[in-house]
């Protein structure tokens, strides 16, 4: 799946660290940057191109110049220039977790909202060599920019998450993001859960018996576990449940999964993509089997 360009608009201020347009030529004391040498961007700079990279712990948004060069950064001392022919490509990044439930977050990454989760693995590619953007997506630090000098040749961005990268497309923004694609729309990833009828089970079971489904969650990452095949989701349950039963969904057993709330029972079962999903308790010969339907 590919995920449409992120709309452009006005970036946040703080976000978009962008760069004003500089006047004349290099500067006989401007910095000349080796190639694959990166520096921080302290002034002003015009987007480009803005891309959207989502990921367990939250959007990663890149606001790109693709041509810095003969640029000044207004906000540092000394002009910056590339060396050898080489360029400028411009880079502004934010994280935004905001849309991300707590728990749904703590699903994704392990953590509580306040840590930020994993910090991407991201670099630019051009040709066969591959040069990295050290401090992108850093959690805590919500914004940043920068300048990187490269070589002619077609180039791209890797944004890499527990073994998974996707690709952005420097020209277009657009992001190749395979697996990782459902997440670009958190609230879809979570519904509202059921509970098993008491007027089904025997009457004096009935105060021993539970299964509840508090809420479940259909992601392609959970932590600990990591991403889920092409084809196939993590169906994620939250569940209270009396009486010891056997819990399956759709025939297959499931992977405990830590969780922050005591009282649940957090399991992570890996099973074929679809729209629904039947999650059964067995509690034995005596009181029999009992369905809850997930969609």
């Known amino acids: 799946m590919r995920p449409s360009l992120a709309r452009v ?3 946040p201020a703080l976000l978009v660290a962008l760069l004003a347009a500089g006047c004349g030529g290099p500067q006989d004391d401007a910095r ?12 002003t700079m015009p987007e480009t191109v803005r891309a959207s990279v989502p990921l ?57 909202l306040e840590d930020a989760g994993a910090i991407p693995d991201v670099a630019v590619v051009v040709g066969d060599e591959r040069y990295p953007l050290s401090g992108v997506g850093t959690p805590g630090q919500q914004h940043g920019a920068l300048w990187v000098a ?7 961005i890797e944004v890499s998450y527990d ?20 997440l670009a729309d958190p609230t879809a990833l979570q519904h509202d859960g059921s509970s098993c009828d008491p007027a089904d089970f025997p009457p004096g079971d009935v ?37 010891d039963p056997t819990m399956t969904l759709d025939g297959k057993r499931g992977k405990a999964v830590p969780s922050t709330t005591a009282v649940m029972e957090r399991t992570a079962f890996l099973v074929p993509t679809r729209d629904s999903y039947r999650l059964s308790f067995d509690f034995g010969a005596r009181i029999g089997t009992h369905d809850l339907h997930l969609s």
Not at 32 to 43: D, I, K, N, Q, Y
Not at 213 to 231: C, H, N, S, T
Request: hydrophobic share 40%.
């Open 150 to 156: 490269l070589p002619d040749g077609t180039a791209t």
């Open 32 to 43: 000349r940057l080796a190639t694959g040498e990166v520096v921080p961007v302290f002034g």
């Open 56 to 112: 367990p712990s939250g959007e990663l948004v890149l606001a790109l110049d693709a041509d810095a060069s003969g640029r000044q950064d207004t906000g540092a001392s000394r002009p910056v220039v590339a060396g050898g022919g080489d360029h400028l490509l411009g880079l502004a990044w934010s994280r935004s977790d905001s849309d991300l439930d707590p728990l749904l977050h703590e699903v994704l990454t392990g953590r509580t």
């Open 207 to 243: 105060l021993s018996v539970e299964c509840t489904v508090e809420r479940w969650f259909a992601v392609p990452y959970v932590d600990q576990l990591g991403w889920a095949p092409e084809g196939r989701t993590w169906v994620v349950t939250d569940t209270i449940v009396e009486g």
């Open 9 to 11: 608009g006005v970036v």
């Open 163 to 182: 073994g998974l990268t996707q690709t952005v497309d420097l020209d277009t923004g657009t992001v190749d993001s395979g697996v990782a694609a459902p």
